[in-house]
């Protein structure tokens, strides 16, 4: 029998390490599965399940040095405390990204299987993110773009005004009626927009009340077969699947499944007014921070730079919620909508410099 080496001092921290990521892990998804039903709950077990394979893996491979377990890592105490308050969707968006990243696969004591899995589970946390970030899409999206808009239109508009020397009572005026004009307009457009949407799937989408016509169509003589034909089927699996409705029809059934298809698409959309409103109050409280220091009573370069510093923070807060909802790095999202919203202020700013000594 061969007897394995002993490890070395590098490899047992990182395994008390590895180890110590697996058990917080396996109580992240626990956690998260404390607040969910169904299907979703026994999903998030199975993972939980999985994680304590990994974790027996390593306290085979510690032995004795399996007593002394460090402290998790950041991102996993950071992913324990989101699951336990909120058990929202950011967990699983930060989740799917930790096992994205997992150093398994360039590993040699991890076993293959263990780094086939963890992909795996990436896939699994993307599953779930992904209905999470379906029924936040209509009214989370109005909000966090509209506060991004707000940040960076009004800070453009205050530095233009700023640059082109009118005093500060004149640059929070403008600010203000920016705020309120482009808070409205967005509201507007929004509610638009989605009751637009809405109504273009409504004209798409089958009718829910048109399984209550089956039972009163003659079986050997009825056009049920063209309604499948008309949504892509050819002929003869339009002909067997029509054949097939007839035949299992439960009206209880049908409507369950028509109101479930309806709610669906409700929570894809989100609400027209929800939009509406969530739109307007993030543009508003977006555009009111560059206008901060003039209600303040600030007024030239001062006024300008600590405008631009507390947006310049906003949007990095924006930029990250952002980066950590599409699964993306949330400090690469951080960066780009900080350059974004500063290029467009710099712009007005050269813009405002250039007017302002021409009329002078």
């Given at each position: 029998?061969?007897?394995?080496?002993?490890?070395?001092?590098?490899?047992?921290?990182?395994?008390?390490?590895?180890?110590a990521?697996?058990?917080?892990?396996?109580?992240?998804?626990?956690?998260?599965?404390?607040?969910?039903?169904?299907?979703?709950?026994?999903i998030?077990?199975?993972?939980?399940?999985?994680?304590?394979?990994?974790?027996?893996?390593?306290?085979?491979?510690?032995?004795?040095?399996?007593?002394?377990?460090?402290?998790?890592?950041?991102?996993?105490?950071?992913?324990?405390?989101?699951?336990?308050?909120?058990?929202?969707?950011?967990?699983?968006?930060?989740?799917?990204?930790?096992?994205?990243?997992?150093?398994?696969?360039?590993?040699?004591?991890?076993?293959?299987?263990?780094?086939?899995?963890?992909?795996?589970?990436?896939?699994?946390?993307?599953?779930?993110?992904?209905?999470?970030?379906?029924?936040?899409?209509?009214t989370?999206?109005?909000?966090?773009?509209?506060?991004?808009?707000?940040?960076?239109?009004?800070?453009?508009?205050?530095?233009?005004?700023?640059?082109?020397?009118?005093?500060?009572?004149?640059?929070?005026?403008?600010?203000?009626?920016?705020?309120?004009?482009?808070?409205?307009?967005?509201?507007?457009?929004?509610?638009?927009?989605?009751?637009?949407?809405?109504?273009?799937?409504?004209?798409s989408?089958?009718?829910?009340?048109?399984?209550?016509?089956?039972?009163?169509?003659?079986?050997?003589?009825?056009?049920?077969?063209?309604v499948?034909?008309?949504?892509?089927?050819?002929?003869?699996?339009?002909?067997?699947?029509?054949?097939g409705?007839?035949?299992?029809?439960?009206?209880?059934?049908?409507?369950?499944?028509?109101?479930?298809?309806?709610?669906?698409?409700?929570?894809?959309?989100?609400?027209?007014?929800?939009?509406?409103?969530?739109?307007?109050?993030?543009?508003?409280?977006?555009?009111?921070?560059?206008?901060?220091?003039?209600?303040?009573?600030?007024?030239?370069?001062?006024?300008?730079?600590?405008?631009?510093?507390?947006?310049?923070?906003?949007?990095?807060?924006?930029?990250?919620?952002?980066?950590?909802?599409?699964g993306?790095?949330p400090?690469?999202?951080?960066?780009?909508?900080?350059?974004?919203?500063?290029?467009?202020?710099?712009?007005?700013?050269?813009?405002?410099?250039?007017?302002?000594?021409?009329?002078?």
């Open positions: 029998m061969t007897v394995a080496p002993e490890p070395n001092p590098a490899e047992i921290r990182r395994w008390r390490r590895y180890l990521d697996e058990r917080a892990e396996a109580a992240v998804y626990r956690d998260l599965a404390a607040r969910r039903t169904g299907e979703e709950r026994a998030l077990l199975a993972l939980a399940e999985a994680e304590s394979r990994h974790e027996q893996h390593w306290v085979t491979l510690l032995g004795p040095h399996a007593d002394r377990v460090p402290a998790v890592s950041l991102r996993t105490r950071v992913l324990g405390f989101f699951a336990r308050r909120f058990g929202s969707v950011f967990v699983l968006a930060l989740a799917q990204r930790a096992e994205s990243r997992s150093p398994y696969a360039d590993d040699a004591h991890a076993t293959a299987a263990m780094a086939a899995d963890e992909r795996i589970h990436g896939e699994v946390v993307r599953g779930l993110a992904a209905r999470g970030r379906q029924r936040l899409s209509g989370f999206r109005a909000a966090v773009f509209g506060a991004n808009d707000g940040l960076v239109s009004n800070l453009a508009l205050v530095m233009g005004i700023g640059a082109a020397g009118l005093g500060p009572g004149a640059v929070l005026l403008t600010g203000l009626a920016g705020l309120l004009a482009g808070a409205l307009s967005m509201g507007a457009g929004e509610y638009v927009s989605v009751r637009s949407q809405r109504e273009l799937l409504d004209a989408t089958p009718d829910p009340e048109a399984h209550t016509a089956l039972p009163h169509l003659d079986v050997d003589a009825n056009e049920l077969a063209l499948y034909r008309a949504r892509g089927m050819d002929e003869v699996a339009a002909v067997e699947h029509a054949r409705i007839l035949a299992d029809y439960d009206p209880v059934a049908a409507a369950a499944r028509a109101a479930e298809a309806e709610a669906e698409q409700h929570e894809a959309i989100g609400s027209a007014w929800g939009a509406a409103l969530s739109s307007f109050a993030f543009f508003a409280s977006g555009a009111i921070i560059p206008v901060v220091p003039y209600l303040l009573g600030l007024e030239g370069l001062v006024a300008v730079v600590i405008s631009a510093v507390l947006v310049g923070i906003a949007l990095l807060v924006t930029g990250a919620i952002v980066g950590v909802l599409s993306a790095s400090v690469k999202r951080a960066l780009r909508q900080l350059a974004i919203g500063y290029g467009a202020a710099a712009a007005t700013y050269l813009l405002g410099l250039a007017f302002g000594t021409t009329i002078a």
